[in-house]
């Protein structure tokens, strides 16, 4: 639904601070990788219209995958 020419900004913000962003125009794709988000309470995906304010812009992080791993508080020996 965005308009030829339209540009977003994508950013990923870990408890408040931002982490990674890139400026990416319609059509094109960015990936993340990677990014250590250890001790991280809260995660941000956002996206912010960037074109002109007749510029219509949609975007999103699409298939977004967040993986996860802990360590048992107490692990058996």
């Given at each position: 639904a965005s308009d030829p020419?339209?540009?977003l900004?994508?950013?990923v913000s870990t408890d408040g601070t931002q982490r990674w962003?890139?400026?990416i125009d319609f059509g094109s794709s960015a990936s993340v990788t990677n990014l250590d988000i250890a001790n991280?309470?809260?995660l941000t995906l956002t996206t912010t219209d960037v074109g002109p304010i007749t510029t219509r812009a949609?975007?999103?992080f699409g298939d977004a995958v967040v993986r996860?791993?802990?360590e048992p508080p107490n692990p058996k020996s």
């Open positions: 020419g339209a540009r900004i994508f950013t962003h890139r400026e991280t309470l809260r949609e975007g999103g996860c791993h802990a």
